[in-house]
């Protein structure tokens, strides 16, 4: 029976993935990045240098998850894989990477953590709050730090409408615990509020005049260029992304 061991490397960005990857293994290792990838900012390194890969199925997730987090904020996937690109000495200077189906990979994980280390430092708010009333107020407040810190005034007033509603959403249909995250990325604004119930937000357009209540999720779209939610283990990402361009218009 084939199996594929993760291991979560805690003191750096490597999450080292050993043994079997089949299509059978794909979603235990979907999970464990996607775990990884939502409770630490930042791009993470899956090193596949012990991994056999014997399914293209099996491959196929390391994409899957990219596409997943692309907006989220702070967060990318990179690989470490020495079957592609040939080997490199660890001593040599970065090399670029191979996109292998999208993803940059290196052939060593020094490689791949040397440009980890290049990139600039992420610049990344992030708060945990109950599901009380209350939360909501905590997170425009980091929102506007986050918009005051990092030069983007424009964004501030709908990057709190946007978080407020999907704050109160957890408050009042989750009820769980949640961690409310920020960052920049070039000239845009990434929102993200992760709690722990796996029911998904969904939006069926305008809401009746009749109906009380419903336009949360109205407003999000309102704001944000675009806007999704993630099922991760233990729970949901709700996600938005907001673009100076549109507050213009």
């Known amino acids: 029976m084939s199996s594929c061991l993760v291991e979560v490397v805690e003191s750096s960005a490597v999450v080292r993935l050993t043994g079997v990857l089949d299509a059978g293994a794909a979603e235990a290792v979907r999970a464990a ?36 987090v692309a ?21 040599a200077a970065p090399v670029e990477p191979t996109l292998v189906a999208g993803v940059p990979t290196w052939p060593t994980v020094e490689g791949a953590l040397a440009a980890v280390a290049a990139l600039p430092l992420a610049a990344v708010l992030t708060v945990d709050l109950a599901p009380v009333v209350g939360a909501a107020r905590q997170a425009r407040e980091l929102v506007t730090t986050g918009c005051e810190r990092w030069g983007m005034p424009t964004l501030a007033d709908p990057a709190c409408i946007a978080v407020t509603e999907m704050v109160n959403n957890v408050v009042a249909h989750a009820r769980t615990p949640m961690t409310v995250r920020l960052a920049p990325h070039e000239t845009t604004l990434r929102l993200a509020v ?20 419903g336009r949360g999720l109205l407003l999000i779209n309102t704001m944000s260029r675009r806007w999704g939610s993630s099922v991760v283990p233990d729970g949901k990402v709700v ?11």
């Not at 991994?51 to 994409?63: E, I, K, M, N, S």
């Not at 990179?78 to 490199?88: I, N, S, Y």
């Open 71 to 91: 907006d989220w904020p702070a967060a990318d996937l990179l690989l470490c894989d020495p079957t592609v690109g040939g080997a490199a000495h660890p001593d």
């Open 33 to 68: 990045l996607l775990t990884r990838l939502v409770d630490r900012p930042g791009p993470v390194v899956a090193d596949l240098t012990g991994l056999r890969v014997v399914d293209p199925a099996g491959r196929r997730v390391f994409a899957d998850v990219r596409r997943e």
């Open 194 to 213: 992760r709690d722990h119930s796996p029911r998904r937000p969904t939006f069926v357009g305008m809401s009746p005049p009749t109906r009380a209540g």
């Open 239 to 249: 996600w938005c992304v907001l673009h100076p361009d549109d507050e213009a218009t």
